[in-house]
């Protein structure tokens, strides 16, 4: 989780502050393992919204902790 990796603090205190993610706007974290890769889901859900957007990004490695 965000919260609990250091390197991520020190990357998130790098952003300009309007874009920083603090402890009232972090993410729903999930964790989905599927065909042997481990998924980790970001999501910021809104039930009212009209539109869904969807980001999908890879940063290499095989993400597990």
């Known amino acids: 989780m965000y919260?609990?990796?250091e390197i991520w603090k020190q990357i998130n205190a790098l952003l300009p502050s309007r874009n920083q993610i603090d402890?009232?706007?972090?993410?729903e974290e999930e964790f989905w393992e599927w065909n042997e890769n481990f998924i980790?889901?970001?999501?910021?859900?809104?039930?009212?919204?009209?539109?869904k957007i969807i980001l999908l990004y890879g940063v290499g490695g095989n993400g597990r902790q």
């Open 3 to 5: 919260k609990d990796q």
């Open 40 to 51: 980790h889901i970001d999501a910021y859900r809104n039930r009212e919204a009209k539109v």
């Open 23 to 27: 402890e009232l706007i972090y993410p």
